[in-house]
């Protein structure tokens, strides 16, 4: 069974920036994609950012040049820096990995860790 271990969020001014951190845990596991989503208030969950094995990236288009997505394959961690924080950035942020496991396709949601942005 794959875990996954969020840190890194918390209360920023708009114009700040937070780094979000996540790591898989388990055994006889390997990652294919790794990525972030999120949920505001209200709203339903979406894509912020994904990163391929191979480090191909994908962004929503409202978080290109501000959001930048990173993974470290021998710490089975993925990253996600913020710079120029808006208060519409304020939601839950899930980690989301998929992978194999014991030849078996895993997908594994992250418990979400809170981004709050004050105007």
């Known amino acids: 069974q794959v875990q996954l271990v969020e840190s890194g969020g918390g209360l920023v001014q708009a114009g700040g920036s937070l780094r979000l951190s996540c790591a898989a845990s388990?055994?006889?596991?390997?990652?294919?994609?790794m990525g972030w989503y999120r949920q505001a208030p209200g709203k339903q969950r979406e894509l912020v950012a994904l990163?391929?094995?191979?480090?191909?990236?994908n962004y929503a288009d409202s978080m290109k040049g501000r959001f930048t997505i990173s993974r470290d394959n021998a710490k089975n961690a993925v990253y996600l820096q913020m710079n120029s924080l808006k208060p519409e950035d304020t939601a839950v942020y899930y980690c989301?990995?998929?992978?194999?496991?014991?030849?078996?396709?895993?997908?594994?949601w992250g418990p979400g860790t809170l981004v709050i942005v004050s105007s």
């Open positions: 989301n990995v998929k992978g194999l496991v014991q030849r078996r396709y895993f997908e594994v």
């Open positions: 388990g055994s006889s596991f390997s990652i294919n994609t």
């Open positions: 990163i391929t094995s191979g480090g191909s990236t």
